[in-house]
Nanobody, 120 residues
Framework: QVQLVESGGGLVQPGGSLRLSCAAS????????MAWYRQAPGKQRGLVAT???????NSADSVKGRFTISRDNAKNTVYLQMNSLKPEDTAVYYC??????????????WGKGTLVTVSS
């Protein structure tokens, strides 16, 4: 069994910052790509940023220059540093990871999400 647990969400004023974390635990041999998604009320879930096992990153145009994805492979953890937050960043943020088990099977796992609210 593998679990992804997000943390770090909360209420922040416009222009503020938050750092989200997502820790993977369980039967893990290796973690490949990791990513953050978000889903705002009444909207579909969309990709925010991705990071490969080698550290290459990509992000949505709407967050470029404001959000930074990173990972700590020793801790099986991915982070999302969010700066200059805007009300339109309000959403539930989910992490996703492609994880290989010791028996060689790779699967996609999702966390349960953490709510970020940007409001004055």
């Amino acid at each position: 069994q593998v679990q992804l647990v997000e943390s770090g969400g909360g209420l922040v004023q416009p222009g503020g910052s938050l750092r989200l974390s997502c820790a993977a635990s369980g039967s893990i041999f290796s973690i490949n790509a990791m990513a953050w998604y978000r889903q705002a009320p009444g909207k579909q879930r969309g990709l925010v940023a991705t990071i490969t096992s080698g550290g290459s990153t990509n992000s949505a145009d709407s967050v470029k220059g404001r959000f930074t994805i990173s990972r700590d492979n020793a801790k099986n953890t991915v982070y999302l540093q969010m700066n200059s937050l805007k009300p339109e960043d309000t959403a539930v943020y989910y992490c996703k990871a492609v994880i290989s088990s010791p028996d060689g099977y790779g699967m996609e796992y999702w966390g349960k999400g953490t709510l970020v609210t940007v409001s004055s």
